[in-house]
C-alpha cells in the first residue's frame, strides 16, 4: 500500500448533525471522548498500510485543522507518512473556493501527481465504519478497473437522502 495516496475530503456544513456542526466540520464532531468522525477513515488508512494522506477542508474547519495537527505526526515510525491538511484556496488560475468534493479534487490534481504513486483513494471524512483498504484496493488491482466505488445497498426510504447508482450482476455501473 505504499504506492496509494488516501484523500479524505473534510466534509460540508453537515446541516443534518445540526447543532453538532453548528462550530465545526461534520468529520470534526466528537466520536467516544477524545475522537472525531476523521479518526475512522484515518485509521483505517494506518491499519491497511496507507500513510500518505491528505484532508480537504473548507467548511467549518478550525477545530477539524487543530485535532489533525494534535493527533497526528506519523513521521515518527511510519517512514514518508503523513496526514496534511488541504484548505481551500483561491489562485489567479481558479479564483473560486471549492464548488462541491470533486472540484476539491481536481483543484489539488496538480499536488497529488507529484507523488510517486499509482493509485488514489477517495474518502469521506464523516462517515463511520470499519473497512480494510488494502483489500480494497488489491481488488480494484485485479480487475483492472479504472475506477472503484464502495458501497452499501439501501432500499428506497433510505436512498432518497443519498446518491444513487445501479450496478450490473458483475458490478460494473
Known amino acids: 500500500m505504499k504506492r496509494v495516496l488516501a484523500i479524505i475530503l473534510g466534509g460540508g456544513a453537515?446541516?443534518?448533525?445540526?447543532?453538532?456542526?453548528?462550530?465545526?466540520?461534520k468529520p470534526a464532531v466528537p466520536l467516544a471522548g477524545k475522537y472525531r468522525l476523521i479518526d475512522i477513515p484515518i485509521s483505517n488508512?494506518?491499519?491497511?498500510?496507507?500513510?500518505?494522506?491528505?484532508?480537504?477542508t473548507q467548511f467549518n474547519s478550525a477545530s477539524l485543522n487543530r485535532h489533525l495537527t494534535q493527533s497526528y505526526n506519523l513521521s515518527s515510525g511510519f517512514?514518508?507518512?503523513?496526514?496534511?491538511?488541504?484548505?481551500?484556496?483561491?489562485?489567479?488560475?481558479s479564483p473560486s473556493w471549492f464548488e462541491g468534493t470533486a472540484?476539491?479534487?481536481?483543484?489539488?490534481?496538480?499536488?497529488?501527481?507529484?507523488?510517486?504513486?499509482?493509485?488514489?483513494l477517495i474518502l469521506s471524512g464523516d462517515q463511520l465504519y470499519r473497512m480494510d483498504y488494502s483489500t480494497f484496493v488489491d481488488h480494484h488491482i485485479s480487475t483492472g478497473a479504472d475506477v472503484?466505488?464502495?458501497?452499501?445497498?439501501?432500499?428506497?426510504a433510505q436512498a432518497?437522502?443519498?446518491?444513487?447508482?445501479?450496478?450490473?450482476?458483475?458490478?460494473?455501473i
Open 148 to 156: 472503484s466505488i464502495g458501497a452499501l445497498p439501501v432500499d428506497a
Open 14 to 25: 453537515g446541516t443534518r448533525l445540526y447543532p453538532l456542526t453548528k462550530m465545526r466540520a
Open 103 to 120: 472540484d476539491a479534487v481536481r483543484k489539488y490534481q496538480w499536488l497529488f501527481q507529484e507523488w510517486d504513486v499509482d493509485h488514489y
Open 79 to 93: 517512514g514518508q507518512g503523513f496526514v496534511e491538511v488541504l484548505a481551500a484556496q483561491q489562485t489567479p488560475e
Open 160 to 172: 432518497e437522502g443519498f446518491g444513487l447508482m445501479h450496478t450490473n450482476d458483475h458490478g460494473r
Open 45 to 56: 488508512c494506518i491499519n491497511s498500510g496507507i500513510n500518505k494522506m491528505y484532508v480537504l
